[in-house]
């Protein structure tokens, strides 16, 4: 990962402060009605906040709009296997509700994350948060491995120098392709390669990949 000089990072937070706060300014009026469609459809608050590791693996709470029944962390399946862990989907999740199933779709229960970037704890761009029972359930995996994995070690080394990102290169070239390799594979191009001409790329790039690809996430 290349070196970032405090004039870097001072760049990017500012790109990541004036982009967030004018998107929650604009998306104001779309927030505010999918807060109400979210009430309306199921019992339970209209956002789901949930600790996930950030920069250094300092935990924070990251907000979505809720998509599942409310208490759906209580009711998933179990997770087991390094492939797994990561990336849990269910294809046909019967915790989601309606209006769920179409914010998963166009990724607007992602939206309050804008809060989050605003906040300091996530930048616009850069790797997804991982949760933090997740991660140390990695920790604890590799700790206990005769011969612990040094690709997946040296993934979480790196992307724990940076704050965790809204979208990034997987988000926008990846989605079709399943599994934990090109996860990793993407995160790992993008550390080696960031810059802010990256992100800018990146950030325009994010709605034609959201909204020109078909099924959920």
């Known amino acids: 990962m290349p070196e970032q000089t405090p004039w870097i990072e001072a760049t990017h937070r500012a790109l990541d402060l004036v982009v967030s706060a004018g998107l929650l300014i604009l998306l ?4 505010l009605t999918v807060a109400v469609l979210v009430k309306l459809d ?7 906040a949930q600790q996930r ?4 693996r300092r935990p924070f709470c990251i907000l979505k709009f809720r ?34 199933r179409v914010l998963r779709r166009l990724s607007l229960d992602e939206l309050p994350q804008l ?8 930048a ?10 997740d991660l140390e359930r990695f920790e604890r995996s590799q700790r206990e491995a005769g011969e612990p994995d040094a690709t997946l070690n040296r993934w979480h080394q790196d992307r724990a120098r940076v704050r965790p990102g809204l979208t990034g290169l ?17 995160d790992c191009q993008y550390l080696r390669e960031r810059s802010l001409k990256l992100d800018v790329t990146l950030l325009l790039r994010t709605l034609p990949a959201v ?3 078909s099924g959920a996430r």
Not at 42 to 48: T, V
Request: proline share 11%; with cysteine.
């Open 115 to 122: 809060l989050n970037v605003l906040l300091g704890d996530m």
């Open 28 to 31: 104001g009026p779309l927030l």
């Open 124 to 133: 616009l761009v850069g790797p997804r948060p991982l949760p933090v029972s």
């Open 170 to 186: 997987w988000q926008v070239y990846g989605r079709h392709q399943p599994g934990v390799d090109a996860w990793i594979r993407y």
């Open 53 to 56: 590791a950030g920069k250094q």
């Open 42 to 48: 199921s019992a339970g608050p209209c956002l789901f």
């Open 67 to 100: 998509s599942m029944r409310d208490g759906a962390e209580r009711l998933r399946p179990s997770r087991d296997g390094p492939q797994s862990w990561p990336v849990f989907k269910l294809a046909n999740d019967p915790r989601l509700t309606r209006v769920g």
């Open 211 to 213: 909204f020109g690809r």
